[in-house]
Nanobody
Framework: QVQLVESGGGLVQAGGSLRLSCAAS????????MGWYRQAPGKQRELVAS???????NYADSVKGRFTISGDNAKNTVYLQMNSLRPEDTAVYYC????????WGQGTQVTVSS
């Protein structure tokens, strides 16, 4: 059983920064891709950023230049550094990992006040 444990969410003022972490535990497999999704109230869950095992990254247009995803393959951990946060970044952020199956974290709330 794989568990993804997220940390680092919270309340921050617009323009501030937060760093999210996601660590895999349990029967950990080698993940091909790890990433972050978010879901705001009344909206669909959307991809924020992802990173492949080889290091290739992908970002939503809305976060390019502000967010940086990084990973530690040895620890099966992925990070999301979020800078210049905006109120529209407010959402529940979910960690995602893909091997032969798809795994999700429980979500962490990020709230950006104006």
């Amino acid at each position: 059983q794989v568990q993804l444990v997220e940390s680092g969410g919270g309340l921050v003022q617009a323009g501030g920064s937060l760093r999210l972490s996601c660590a895999a535990s349990g029967s950990v497999f080698i993940f091909n891709v790890m990433g972050w999704y978010r879901q705001a109230p009344g909206k669909q869950r959307e991809l924020v950023a992802s990173i492949r095992r080889a290091g290739t990254t992908n970002y939503a247009d809305s976060v390019k230049g502000r967010f940086t995803i990084s990973g530690d393959n040895a620890k099966n951990t992925v990070y999301l550094q979020m800078n210049s946060l905006r109120p529209e970044d407010t959402a529940v952020y979910y960690c995602n990992a893909v091997s032969d199956n798809v795994y999700w974290g429980q979500g962490t709330q990020v709230t950006v006040s104006s």
